[in-house]
């Protein structure tokens, strides 16, 4: 039976509680979804299939925006955060990006209870009081709000570690993402009108940054993975990551995300052992405007792709297993601090994260004389039709200045680095 006491949450008609015996326990952890029903006065109800209370909220929302229909009353009185939850239940949990526009509304929703805690937004905050001024606003406490990367402490508890200054550009992406989610809200009827609001255009807010490394640069970040310096003196293993990031950016010239989620786990579809071939793009991604490319395989990825087990980019550490060590390979989410101690030791220019090694490699072979389409294809700039594509990427002809350009620049690095090249030994 229903519960008579305070849901848990409710929105419009639905509610979210326990199914309860008559004492009031609960008959299972799961919660569900209850709705009354006028014709035949019954209170009906459907399980969320979790005991997670945000899980379940996320469920009542869903089930709430399949079956309501909104109202001129309720139009007036949809809020800005509810456009936003709604936007990324219906729209943006289904995209390849999902967790960037998770990550920017985020930021606005800190940004928004920032404001009300200080006096300057009336709750509840409705699309129409969502001005450029109040953008600017956002802006300029968005700048001056830091990243802070988290680490976990001896106990194993989560706490602050180094922060670094948000770019203005990842500011302006969750403006972006508020006109989508205000937009969605009127071409759903959930408002009569979206504000209009300005966003900045990616050239107002990046700076033009010039600055490329050469092949001794990249033989320098690599030295440094295999000997460590500044918060990594004496313990380079922990460089590993970074080196493995760097072997996958410098033979693939993709995007950080892309290198991170590189794979040779079959289920993923990734790696084309026999053919030569890494498809950047793992099997049920959907591919987006930046779009991730199927790469030849040159020797020098080939190499360490047989040395790894599942992620590309991952650590290593010893366990034991039936009374024999093993190595064991962990997947990393991120090498950013590895980067930034890095950049910092070798005295990089500040800004620049983990992407310059794409825009190095991209500079490198162009300089090389490489076929600059298929310089545009392997940056994911020009899109080849995707049934040409199912066999031209098995073609021998498939990217092959791009290939040359790559096995030349590993070549040159091998000269100057060549221990940094070879992957560990597996024991």
Not at 158 to 180: D, F, H
């Amino acid at each position: 039976m229903a519960s008579r006491r305070r849901p848990i949450y409710k929105r419009g008609e639905f509610w979210l509680d326990h199914e309860r015996r008559p004492d009031g326990r609960p008959v299972s952890p799961n919660l569900y979804i209850f709705w009354y029903e006028a014709g035949p006065r019954k209170t009906r109800r459907k399980s969320t299939g979790t005991s997670d209370i945000q899980l379940a909220c996320d469920a009542l929302d869903a089930h709430y925006l399949a079956a309501h229909e909104p109202t001129d009353p309720e139009r007036k009185t949809y809020t800005v955060l509810e456009a936003m939850t709604d936007y990324y239940l219906e729209h943006g949990q289904k995209q390849a990006s999902a967790e960037s526009i998770r990550a920017r509304l985020k930021l606005l929703r800190r940004f928004i209870d920032h404001e009300i805690d200080a006096g300057r937004l009336k709750e509840p905050l409705l699309p129409a009081a969502v001005d450029d001024k109040l953008l600017n606003r956002f802006r300029a406490w968005g700048l001056a709000d830091p990243i802070v990367a988290r680490k976990k402490d001896g106990d194993g508890n989560w706490v602050a570690g180094s922060t670094r200054k948000r770019a203005a550009s990842t500011v302006e992406e969750s403006v972006i993402q508020l006109k989508a989610a205000l937009k969605f809200a009127e071409n759903s009827d959930r408002i009569n009108e979206a504000p209009a609001l300005k966003h900045k255009t990616r050239d107002k807010v990046t700076p033009e940054r010039k600055f490329r490394l050469s092949t001794d640069g990249l033989a320098e970040i690599l030295d440094f993975t295999m000997r460590g310096s500044g918060n990594y003196e004496g313990h380079a293993a922990r460089l590993l990551p970074l080196r493995r990031y760097m072997i996958g950016a410098i033979t693939t010239l993709g995007r950080p995300d892309a290198i991170l989620d590189m794979s040779v786990a079959p289920e993923r579809g990734q790696w084309m052992n026999v053919e030569r071939r890494f498809d950047l793009n793992p099997v049920g991604r959907l591919q987006t405007k930046k779009r991730r490319p199927v790469m030849p395989v040159v020797d020098l990825l080939h190499s360490w792709l047989l040395a790894t087990d599942d992620r590309l980019v991952c650590y290593e550490r010893i366990r034991e297993l039936e009374g024999v060590e093993v190595v064991e390979q962990v997947a990393v989410a991120s090498v950013r601090s590895a980067w930034d101690t890095m950049r910092q030791q070798l005295k990089l220019p500040a800004g620049w994260g983990p992407k310059l090694i794409r825009h190095s490699m991209a500079t490198i072979l162009a300089n090389r004389g490489v076929d600059l389409v298929e310089l545009e294809i392997v940056l994911g700039h020009r899109v080849i039709n995707k049934t040409t594509e199912r066999y031209v990427i098995f073609s021998p002809d498939y990217l092959k200045t791009i290939r040359a350009g790559i096995d030349d620049v590993a070549a040159d690095l091998a000269r100057k680095v060549a221990s940094a090249l070879t992957p560990p030994v597996a024991r």
